[in-house]
């Protein structure tokens, strides 16, 4: 057993000691902070108090620099198309009531920085941690998704750290047999130094099986299982996402957590036995600050007091100390409120599971958080004061100086093919490019159908996942995000990634029920990021309010910048929608030769942040494609109910790259080839990123009744070609073999990485 160091710091030292110098600086705490931790404590802080305090006031545990503007997305209406929403912000994830007694649970979270420091385990603890996110809420995890976002693709660090990445998140998902339906991978620039990587997970759950990250009761126990706690990880993702990173490195480089898929398997499948067993008072995973998150926001949110014996935790290290202990973010371990007299039962069954579980504790109703350390008392806060009342700052914001200039460069001046030959070149570019080309060397590293329920995966517009074997209800769920766009107007850029997101969903069939956002931005110090988030901030809560759905939850990546250089502002959202029946999807790509090919929407001159801007001229600047969200709701809903009418027999939606991108991808799904005829300049139809359109197929005999449910919804919709043979056609302009076209499209990033 651990001896008790003779210079611990208790309450009582704390109080006859109270000018002892404090590194409250190098835990990444302001000088303001720390006075204010002193004033709520009445002396200074513990040792182990400013470790708690130093993680839990970090600004990717409190949200110190944007919760001012979150507040709004709770002003949203709670009600949903199907019924309501269960659970929302403030809780692990948002749950939504999706009809036949079921519930969806889902959330999208960031681990950004840990995966620049160790790709592997960065990303992989990712999964873990957004995966226990969901079972604390109740539900059985059943889907994963991954936005990526990495440096230039021929760079030297997007060669390190890409291949490490896409093995994190496959080895440890593959691992937890939970499929991976879908995500992105994007290349530019502004993320040399800063990859972002996005984890999703959607649960399911029956309503009676939804649980609360609360510790009430008096004298109810508190119950610490799963993995030992290391010293791997500490400050972890809390200190990490804190800092920027200078030119060299990070400022701050805490071990990355080390996961086990096979410890956090055991865990989800034991975890849902406790619930079955009605065993489960509270529950709270142990991920971003660990033992003070887990502690702090169960006392918080339920009576108030709780009282554990820290030497009670089982190490992996016995060298830790009681700060490493609270700070460390080991993975694969979740803390329970258990009445005492379901204690021994709790406990069979983590026996069962070979899932080491320790009573470390009590719920009191002192109002405290009390934290002993042999018989020492090290800790003795108001955990309110911990975990919900930190600092919270309203960072000085402005439009960028630079901004008018940007957005006056309009891409639309740029230089265009000019020949028939240079369209049919400028289309087999833009397929091989690194953000438009074939991604299947990434997702083929995942296992896209264990469990036997998905029905829609990548490279389909959104994945989809069955959730009830009798009736066939599922649920799909499309994740968006266009940085360029943010960067050219913030506002415009997030409502165009929700839409994109919402209309990949109804592509498939779903109608879109709520979102989930990760918001990834640079230092909140800069006002021109700050202005950057609180635009898009505004942007995503006025485009819900518009399409009537809700904010569930999610995640803020700040400081995500090499010195000065931010990365492009990057919202990613994700929407989740519900399908009745799973065998009335709409598939992606082109299904038979002989069908219509149906143009949804309007198409205008709009090609700024465009990718053919970007690819052909590397070029960035005038204004994004306009956004009109009353046209995207109609859109969906014709979507959503024609497929269900069995109109369609597929749908893909027009976004990066434009109707080229979407007839390129259409083709090569399954090598049925088409024939279109456009009206206009051939190019803007070809490249123009306008939003809120689709392309579909129709059987001939169903054309005019489907017009006529377009034209009912004022969906514009005309005629645009026909499926067949093997080459994609462009009538009077080109012709590209379906073979050259899959060559271009599929070769890019297995020759860069293959290797």
């Known amino acids: 057993m651990t001896s008790v160091p003779q210079t611990l710091d208790t309450v009582a030292v704390a109080a006859a000691d109270p000018d002892r110098d404090q590194p409250w600086a190098e835990l990444g705490l302001k000088e303001d902070e720390y006075l204010r931790i002193r004033e709520i404590l009445g002396r200074r802080p513990t040792s182990s108090e400013l470790a708690m305090y130093s993680v839990m006031w970090s600004e990717h545990c409190s949200y110190k620099s944007s919760k001012v503007h979150l507040k709004q997305f709770g002003e949203i209406a709670q009600e949903t198309p199907v019924g309501k929403m269960l659970a929302g912000i403030g809780e692990n994830a948002g749950v939504l009531d999706i009809g036949q007694g079921y519930a969806v649970t889902f959330k999208i979270e960031s681990h950004n920085h840990p995966s620049y420091v160790e790709p592997y385990q960065g990303a992989a603890t990712g999964v873990g941690g957004i995966v226990r996110d969901i079972l604390a809420?109740?539900?059985?995890?059943?889907?994963?998704?991954?936005?990526?976002?990495?440096?230039?693709?021929?760079?030297?660090?997007?060669?390190?750290?890409?291949?490490?990445?896409?093995?994190?998140?496959?080895?440890?998902?593959?691992?937890?047999?939970?499929?991976?339906?879908?995500?992105?991978?994007?290349?530019?620039?502004?993320?040399?130094?800063?990859?972002?990587?996005?984890?999703?997970?959607?649960?399911?759950?029956?309503?009676?099986?939804?649980?609360?990250?609360?510790?009430?009761?008096e004298g109810n126990r508190v119950i610490l299982y799963g993995a030992r706690t290391g010293g791997d990880g500490?400050?972890?993702?809390?200190?990490?996402?804190?800092?920027?990173?200078?030119?060299?490195?990070?400022?701050?480089?805490?071990?990355?957590?080390?996961?086990?898929?096979?410890?956090?398997?055991?865990?989800?499948?034991?975890?849902?036995?406790?619930?079955?067993?009605?065993?489960?008072?509270?529950?709270?995973?142990?991920?971003?600050?660990g033992l003070s998150c887990a502690t702090s926001e169960l006392a918080s949110a339920g009576d108030g007091g709780m009282r554990v014996s820290l030497d009670l935790v089982p190490l992996r290290d016995s060298s830790l100390v009681p700060e490493e202990i609270l700070m460390s973010e080991s993975q694969e371990r979740m803390m329970a409120v258990v009445e005492p007299d379901d204690v021994e039962r709790f406990l069979a069954i983590c026996a069962k599971w070979d899932v080491e579980a320790v009573d470390i504790g009590e719920v009191t109703e002192t109002g405290r958080l009390e934290i002993e350390w042999h018989g020492e008392t090290v800790v003795d806060v108001p955990p309110r004061s911990v975990a919900?009342?930190?600092?919270?700052?309203?960072?000085?914001?402005?439009?960028?100086?630079?901004?008018?200039?940007?957005?006056?460069?309009?891409?639309?001046a740029l230089p265009r093919p000019e020949s028939e030959g240079d369209l049919r070149e400028t289309v087999l570019r833009m397929a091989a490019s690194p953000n438009l080309c074939d991604k299947s060397w990434i997702t083929d590293q995942y296992d896209r159908y264990v469990q036997g329920n998905t029905v829609l995966a990548q490279p389909s517009d959104a994945g989809m996942v069955r959730v009830d074997e009798g009736t066939h209800l599922g649920v799909a769920v499309a994740t968006d995000g266009n940085g360029r766009y943010c960067k050219l107007d913030p506002y415009t850029g997030a409502q165009l990634a929700l839409a994109e997101a919402y209309r990949n969903v109804a592509c498939g069939g779903a109608t879109p029920l709520a979102i989930s956002d990760c918001l990834n931005f640079g230092s909140p110090e800069d006002p021109d990021v700050m202005w950057q988030f609180a635009e898009a901030c505004r942007g995503l809560k006025d485009a819900c309010v518009t399409l009537g759905i809700p904010v569930t939850g999610g995640n803020v990546s700040l400081y995500n910048q090499t010195g000065t250089t931010a990365i492009l502002p990057t919202p990613v959202v994700a929407v989740l929608g519900v399908i009745d029946d799973v065998r009335r999807r709409t598939p992606t790509g082109f299904v038979a030769a002989g069908e219509v090919i149906v143009h949804l929407g309007q198409t205008r001159e709009e090609l700024s942040g465009s990718e053919w801007a970007h690819v052909v001229h590397d070029h960035l600047g005038g204004l994004p494609p306009e956004v009109d969200l009353h046209a995207e709701s109609q859109l969906g809903r014709l979507l959503v109910e024609a497929g269900r009418g069995g109109h369609l027999t597929s749908a893909h939606d027009m976004s990066d790259g434009g109707l080229a991108q979407s007839l390129v991808e259409s083709c090569l799904r399954l090598g049925i080839g088409a024939t279109v005829s456009l009206l206009g300049d051939p190019f803007v139809g070809l490249f123009s990123e306008s939003a809120a359109r689709a392309i579909v197929t129709v059987e001939a005999e169903k054309l005019e009744s489907f017009l006529t449910m377009a034209a009912s919804l004022g969906v514009p919709a005309g005629e645009i070609g026909r499926t067949g043979g093997s080459s994609l056609t462009v009538t009077d302009r080109f012709e590209i073999p379906l073979d050259e076209l899959s060559g271009a499209w599929r070769g890019t990033l297995r020759a860069a990485f293959a290797g």
Not at 171 to 196: K, M, R, T
């Open 388 to 412: 919900h009342d930190g600092p919270t700052y309203k960072r000085p914001l402005a439009r960028p100086g630079w901004q008018d200039d940007l957005q006056a460069d309009r891409a639309e």
């Open 137 to 217: 809420m109740g539900a059985r995890p059943v889907a994963v998704m991954d936005p990526l976002r990495f440096g230039p693709f021929d760079a030297d660090d997007t060669h390190r750290v890409l291949p490490g990445i896409v093995a994190g998140v496959g080895g440890y998902g593959n691992c937890l047999g939970l499929p991976n339906i879908g995500g992105e991978a994007v290349f530019d620039a502004s993320y040399a130094g800063n990859p972002l990587v996005n984890a999703l997970c959607v649960g399911v759950l029956r309503h009676e099986d939804l649980h609360l990250a609360k510790a009430s009761g």
């Open 234 to 289: 500490i400050g972890g993702v809390s200190v990490l996402a804190s800092e920027t990173f200078t030119s060299t490195g990070p400022t701050k480089r805490p071990s990355v957590q080390v996961g086990d898929p096979f410890m956090e398997k055991l865990l989800i499948e034991c975890t849902l036995e406790l619930f079955a067993a009605g065993v489960v008072a509270g529950i709270q995973d142990l991920g971003g600050a």
